[in-house]
């Protein structure tokens, strides 16, 4: 997720005790019984072919997007990532409404992938860990130690382009594709629904151009391209895009800019981005730059949350249709 950014931390490993013993795989590559009688099944990872539990009961997850993945396929985990002393420490956009992220055991002092307590890891006792595959390979350069921890799965991420192949690659692991293949069937109907919802209220996507712009800082902005995680929802939606935010330059899903340039963020409706990365970030936007905005004049600018809108996973995705289509059908007060 350029969503998620590196922690310098180092990795403690320490002497594992009560290390879990695994029954050694079939012939055929298929589900195989241990001397408890226990059945495991053969997954591949981006770290190979992997022997895990038929029925796992106790699974941490190392990504973010990995725990939004778990939940939405109905499973449960014993520890993950998050950020301690934020509100739900940092996991409301990746956990169903029902569920209070407060509540669950962090294995972390913050999301990025190179921060990891093994020994924090090992105390949550998982019997299957599902972690990730960056370019960064953090993870990948502590496998041994969390392979002594329980059988480990590491996934690959190549950015936020990876959230829909990723409840994919999850439901594999866990036996679970019948209910990732509902999910998928579940947000195709929210897509629809909203098109509906917006062609009732008189808004035709296909002639709206939908301006996402992130407040980065007080001196950056970064407008998502269609490329990113929102402007993937908000094209699924239908909706058009500035020109001016079609492409970016080099590898990235955004464009960065000063705020002198911040004609470059115009649009038929803004959706301004902010988050906790930036917590004196404005709540309102008609003074200023902003005044000389064609959408701030015509009241169709609003302020939704960035923690979410770039969560890359589908609790996210879900939130975002939401959020539009209360915007543009006159549901949410406009922020200027």
Do not use: K
């Amino acid at each position: 997720m350029s969503e998620f950014t590196r922690s310098a931390r180092s990795l403690s490993v320490f002497a594992l005790v009560g290390v879990l013993v695994l029954s050694a795989c079939g012939t055929d590559g298929g589900d195989s019984a241990s001397e408890e009688g226990a059945q495991t099944r053969t997954v591949e990872g981006a770290n190979g072919s992997v022997e895990v539990p038929a029925s796992p009961e106790r699974i941490a997850v190392l990504w973010r997007p990995t725990l939004a993945a778990v939940t939405q396929l109905g499973h449960d985990v014993v520890g993950t990532m998050g950020s301690p002393g934020e509100a739900d420490q940092g996991l409301a956009p990746f956990l169903p409404e029902n569920v209070d992220g407060a509540d669950l055991t962090l294995v972390t002092s913050s999301p990025a992938e190179d921060d990891i307590n093994i020994e924090e890891l090992a105390n949550t006792e998982p019997d299957l860990i599902i972690g990730v595959s960056t370019a960064l390979g953090a993870q990948t350069e502590i496998l041994d130690s969390l392979e002594a921890i329980a059988p480990t799965v590491l996934l690959e991420w190549e950015g936020t382009g990876s959230w829909r192949g990723h409840l994919e690659e999850v439901a594999e692991i866990l036996d679970a594709q019948a209910e990732a293949e509902e999910e998928v069937a579940a947000y195709d109907a929210a897509v629809e629904q909203a098109r509906t919802d917006l062609a009732e209220a008189d808004v035709d996507p296909a002639r709206t151009a939908l301006s996402l712009v992130r407040l980065q800082s007080e001196s950056e902005i970064r407008l998502e391209t269609p490329e990113s995680f929102p402007g993937q929802i908000v094209d699924d939606l239908g909706f058009a895009r500035p020109d001016t935010q079609v492409e970016a330059d080099g590898d990235t899903d955004f464009i960065p800019h000063s705020y002198e340039n911040l004609d470059q963020a115009d649009g038929d409706a803004v959706f301004v981005l902010a988050g906790s990365g930036y917590p004196d970030a404005p709540d309102t936007f008609s003074d200023g730059l902003w005044s000389n905005l064609g959408a701030v004049e015509d009241e169709q600018l609003y302020r939704v949350d960035y923690d979410v809108w770039g969560s890359a996973n589908y609790h996210g995705a879900h939130r975002i249709i939401e959020d539009v289509t209360a915007a543009l059908t006159g549901q949410t007060d406009p922020a200027v």
